[in-house]
Each structure stands twice: as structure tokens, then as C-alpha cells.
């Protein structure tokens, strides 16, 4: 496990788009594995601003998200599909059918989840995958208490979860109680693991989650037992790492 530290948001960021960068420019065919929320759209925007420079190509690349909302139309300004088109596929050269989110609109969620498994398996497992962590330790919308070998799942969210993304909806009513997400297993199996952080909120659970008992109820723990785990996070993710084991921090 590496762990970098940036200075601020930005720094992290491009610190993060550095090592995707570095991926794609010796490996044109990775499969990447991305994430939504806050925490990456800096990366995004610096991935753009070097295609855009003309430093990367991302035309032979495929990509699978985490996750998805349940019941989200694709056009809802809060659905993952949404959020990877508007943040990063539509300013970059990525042809839209080599790229992948689940379809939280599917009438069999059973069927839908195979099917991701599916699409993963058949691009060979995922090459780098991008990760965030929630504020309960989730990775992906892997709560807490779920068995570490699930593949793609329906999961019901946790309220802390609910609560803490109901800043991007009207209210909290509105935040989908449901999401499908890619399980422990498949991010387990990516061959290289990106996890970014910022933020003071989220240096408790970094810490626990790196250096705390490997636990279902810390579902980011797992992260541990991984070979090939980089962690790029600001000083205020660090705070609590940088406390008890500043050892760790390269
Ligand atoms: C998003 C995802 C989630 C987020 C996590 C942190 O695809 O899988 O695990 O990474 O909820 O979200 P932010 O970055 O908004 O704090």
C-alpha cells in the first residue's frame, strides 16, 4: 500500500490524473474502472485538459463504473450515466460503446447485475480501478455487514449514505434508497487500485479503513489485503493517519 499526500483538492487531483495518465499512455488498451461522485471530478477535469492538449488518447480504451442509482432516468442530472458523460466521456475521445455503467433502469436487477459481471469478464477484468470512499467506509455502494465476495449486487443505502448525498438532490426524499454496484470481488480482482480522499470528514474513516480490523462492517478494510493499492489523499483526509502512523505516508 502506497500512500500520497497532497498538499490540497487540486494537488490530489492532479496527482490522481497523473497515475490514470501514466496508465493509459503505456497500456492504450486498459479497461478502467471509474467512479462517480464528489471526490473525482477534479481528476476528470484534469484528464480532459490533458486530452484536450493532446497528452492522452483514450479512443482505445474501455471503462466500467461502480455503481448506479436505481430508477434514475439516464437524463436525470444525478444518474452515474449522467454524471460520467457530463464530467468526463463527452469531452474526451472515448468511443460511448466501449464504456460501461450499470442500468439502473432495468426491469430484472438480477438479470442486470449477471449481465455487468458479464461485461467485466469479457474485457478481461479491469486494469486500474478509480475509487472513492463514503463516509461508512463503503467503496463502490458496498455498505457496511455485506459479505466481502458478492459480484455485482442490488443494495439497499445506508441513511448515512442517503444523508450524505442528498446534497446533490432538492432533499433527502429524493436521494433513491436503492443503487447497483459492482461488488468487493470484482474491485478486488482489478489489477491496480486508486483510492482518492479529500477532506477533513473523511479522515477517521481512512484511517480505519487502512490501518483499523479487516471487517465487513469497514467494507474499505478489504483495501488492505490488496497487492497493488495506491492512495492519493489531501493533509485533512491524512489528519488522522498523519497522528497515529505518519510512518505510513510516503
Ligand atoms: C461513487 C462511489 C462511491 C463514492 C463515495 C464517496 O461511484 O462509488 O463509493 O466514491 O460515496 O463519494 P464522494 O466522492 O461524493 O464523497
Known amino acids: 500500500m502506497k500512500i500520497i499526500s497532497a498538499p490540497d483538492y487540486q494537488s490530489m487531483s492532479r496527482k490522481a490524473a497523473n497515475i490514470i495518465s501514466a496508465q493509459v499512455i503505456l497500456f492504450p488498451d486498459s479497461v478502467l474502472g471509474l467512479a462517480t461522485g464528489s471526490t473525482p471530478v477534479g481528476v476528470y477535469k484534469q484528464l480532459i485538459n490533458w486530452f484536450e492538449k493532446g497528452d492522452i488518447d483514450f479512443s482505445r480504451i474501455h471503462s466500467v463504473n461502480l455503481d448506479e442509482y436505481c430508477g434514475l432516468p439516464v437524463e436525470h442530472e444525478q ?17 460511448k460503446a466501449n464504456t460501461n455503467v450499470p442500468n439502473g433502469l432495468a426491469k430484472d436487477f438480477d438479470a442486470e447485475c449477471r449481465r455487468y459481471d458479464k461485461v467485466i469478464a469479457q474485457l478481461g477484468g479491469i486494469d486500474l480501478q478509480l475509487l472513492g470512499i463514503g463516509h461508512t467506509g463503503h467503496i463502490g455502494f458496498n455498505e457496511p455487514d455485506e459479505d466481502f465476495d458478492k459480484t455485482t449486487h442490488c443494495v439497499k443505502l445506508k441513511q448515512q449514505t ?8 432538492a432533499n433527502e426524499d429524493e436521494v433513491p434508497k436503492y443503487a447497483l454496484t459492482m461488488g468487493i470481488k470484482a474491485i478486488m ?5 486508486l483510492l482518492i480522499a479529500n477532506g477533513a470528514d473523511k479522515a477517521e474513516i481512512l484511517y480505519r479503513s487502512l490501518f483499523g480490523p479487516i471487517t465487513p462492517s469497514v467494507p474499505a478494510s478489504i483495501l488492505q489485503l490488496h497487492n497493488d493499492v495506491t492512495i492519493v489523499a489531501d493533509e485533512e483526509a491524512l489528519s488522522v493517519i498523519r497522528e497515529k502512523c505518519p510512518e505510513a505516508i510516503g
Request: no cysteine.
Open 162 to 169: 442517503i444523508e450524505a448525498n442528498s446534497r446533490f438532490f
Open 79 to 95: 444518474s452515474y450515466r449522467y454524471y460520467m458523460d457530463h464530467n468526463f466521456f463527452n469531452h474526451v475521445n472515448v468511443p
Open 189 to 193: 480482482q482489478a489489477k491496480k487500485l
